[in-house]
């Protein structure tokens, strides 16, 4: 048999909660009727049972816009409980450096959307399938393209080194990309200030000089000047005869 003062310290416990997060009563009424129902020994069964269930827990029932509960309301259900909702954080990967100010905690879950097939959710293991005349990924690579967005956070944080790496010698900058893989294969890793990136080596800055050359408008994209840079080159040697 329960003893009278645990069982109406769990109660209050309880009831005082839900009555904090819901001022209609609701929640606080519907656990009481669920306390009165059982005598002391079917108390101690059920909290018994609940202490070992790992999935039996309180549930607050609410009705949105009605009877929602505000940050205020949480707060003090917390105190209440003793809970503490700020914490300062320890990053042990990190030499367990420890947040200057507490920062709010909670629990964030972390799971595949299942309408998302596996292949879609993949990470691609190369980038050899390209459009030949722009240079972008296509087909199975195609997962390796970056976004816009993902172009402007790098922009926003400052991240410029990797934005030179994603945007050219792993993107379309083939000049640049047989110096990195010739660095690798020879001596097993590269360093980005390593490579020299030549504007003619850009399929996508050749492409677009194309067009504007087409159309009678001069840039700097690749070189200023009028003429491509494989006609300024003169005409190709011969074979044979």
Do not use: C
């Not at 504007?199 to 003429?227: C, E, H, M, W, Y």
């Amino acid at each position: 048999m329960a003893k009278p003062s645990k069982r109406k310290e769990v109660e209050a416990a309880v009831l005082s909660t839900m009555a904090t997060l819901d001022k209609t009563g609701l929640n606080s009424r519907k656990y009481a009727e669920f306390f009165r129902s059982m005598d002391d020994a079917k108390f101690k069964r059920w909290l018994e049972a609940f202490l070992k269930d790992e999935e039996e827990n309180f549930f607050l029932e609410i009705i949105p816009h009605k009877n929602e509960p505000s940050l205020g309301d949480i707060e003090k259900a917390a105190k209440l409980l003793g809970i503490p909702l700020e914490e300062r954080v320890v990053f042990p990967a990190n030499g367990g450096v420890k947040t200057k100010d507490a920062v709010p905690v909670g629990w964030l879950l972390i799971k595949r959307h299942q309408q998302i097939v596996s292949k879609k959710n993949s990470l691609a293991n190369g980038i050899r399938q390209r459009n030949q005349r722009t240079g972008q990924v296509t087909g199975d690579s195609k997962a390796a393209r970056e976004s816009d967005m993902e172009n402007y956070a790098l922009q926003t944080v400052g991240a410029n080194h990797a934005l030179k790496e994603l945007m050219g010698a792993r993107a379309d900058d083939m000049h640049s990309k047989k110096q990195m893989y010739g660095k690798i294969s020879t001596e097993g890793f590269v360093q980005g200030g390593e490579l020299k990136p030549d504007p003619q080596g850009k399929v996508t800055l050749n492409t677009i000089n194309v067009l504007f050359l087409g159309a009678g408008i001069r840039t700097d994209l690749v070189s200023n000047s009028l003429v491509l840079n494989v006609s300024a080159k003169g005409p190709r040697p011969k074979v044979g005869g």
